[in-house]
């Protein structure tokens, strides 16, 4: 198995999964667009830096983990898009959360290449330690491909058949849970403060029995000590993802009522300076009483 890859977008998480690839012996072609944020792999056996997004996807696989639709556009067209560099059969495996309809535009141009869609669940300490859960979909040929690399850095990967925006419709799906859990989790514990409770006991006894989840359990602890910095996924990504959720249930013909509070929530916490922070943080914006 050819063990060279290439990453294309080194900020949190694309960061975190270059260095488990690196530890697990792979060979990663790196872009960023900073380059400075590439410094810190340069003395890390097997890495090398790329000029530009199509040399990063000249060695016939690369991922992308980039912030947003424009994002993934910019880094994949052009003369010096992944488009331009990935050679015939080549694939890109998108790791980002992005818009069902920018992952069949991309799949639409992908021409003699493949294109897959593997968005995560997990924050980068999980990719560090090889401990993602993946979402996966895309063409057989594609996905075969992206399984090899992303073997190495998730502990599961769920294939969902053979349309690319089968696994972002899963993965905005699985944030809006995950937000609702944070949403529920802060009204529970602001009513058992306020009512003399200890909600800290509270968790306790929630996590240890009938909401036993990394989500409950970690992102209750978040919760309970404020610790919104530095940011284990930013409240501003967690905005674009209630937003990328409610756009598709408006295609689905549906509506997510805990939808609009999710997005009421989280515009209140980015107008008062939370974007840069832990998304857990939209717990410090409750409704006014009476």
Do not use: C
């Not at 594609?142 to 992303?150: C, D, H, S, T, Y």
């Not at 944070?182 to 968790?203: N, Q, W």
């Not at 306790?204 to 909401?211: G, Q």
């Amino acid at each position: 198995m050819n063990r060279k890859v290439g990453i294309v977008g080194v900020g949190a998480m694309g960061g975190a999964i270059a260095r488990r690839l690196l530890s697990q012996g792979w060979e990663v072609t790196l872009w960023n667009l900073v380059p400075e944020d590439l410094d810190a792999f340069d003395d890390i056996q097997g890495a090398r830096r790329a000029k530009t997004p199509a040399e990063a996807a000249s060695v016939g696989r690369v991922i992308t983990s980039v912030a947003n639709d424009q994002a993934v556009r910019d880094v994949t067209t052009g003369p010096d898009g992944i488009a331009a560099g990935l050679p015939e059969g080549g694939t890109h495996i998108s790791m980002s959360t992005v818009s069902p309809e920018v992952v069949t535009e991309m799949a639409a141009a992908s021409g003699a290449t493949y294109f897959v869609s593997a968005p995560v669940f997990g924050r980068p300490v999980a990719a560090e330690d090889g401990k993602l859960w993946v979402a996966l979909s895309g063409p057989e040929a594609g996905r075969a491909v992206a399984k090899e690399v992303l073997a190495d850095v998730s502990q599961l990967v769920k294939e969902f058949g053979d349309a690319p925006e089968a696994a972002v419709h899963v993965k905005i799906a699985g944030n809006f849970v995950i937000a609702s859990a944070i949403e529920a989790m802060s009204e529970a514990f602001d009513v058992l403060s306020r009512s003399g409770t200890d909600p800290r006991l509270f968790h306790e006894m929630m996590s240890d029995s009938i909401f036993a989840s990394v989500i409950h359990q970690n992102y209750g602890r978040i919760i309970l000590d404020e610790a919104f910095d530095p940011p284990g996924f930013r409240l501003a990504l967690g905005g674009k993802d209630i937003g990328l959720a409610r756009d598709l249930a408006q295609h689905a013909g549906t509506s997510l009522p805990f939808g609009d509070i999710l997005a009421a929530r989280f515009a209140t916490a980015m107008e008062q300076g939370y974007g840069d922070k832990d998304w857990n943080a939209i717990s410090k914006f409750r409704d006014p009483v009476g």
